[in-house]
């Protein structure tokens, strides 16, 4: 599971700088930080996991699947 995480969170990082041209990881950084206050997240960061979080889940259905179809296979 923390690997589909793990692969989730930098395909959004990579498609994050993809939308922004010209940025650098600092500018990343900024975007996470925006609107953070002591009670909470800022939007931006907050929009930006939730996108993670639905392509995790994505990438574990896909290695489920892959997964339980190669043992049905193999028994």
Request: charge should be negative.
């Amino acid at each position: 599971m923390a690997l589909c995480f793990l692969l989730a969170l930098f395909t959004r990082a990579a498609e994050w700088f993809e939308e922004h041209d010209n940025s650098k990881p600092a500018d990343l950084r900024e975007f996470m930080t925006e609107g953070q206050t002591m009670d909470g997240h800022g939007q931006g960061r907050v929009e930006f996991y939730d996108q993670v979080c639905v392509k995790a889940k994505e990438v574990m259905r896909i290695m489920q699947n892959h997964f339980v179809f190669n043992v049905d296979q193999s028994l």
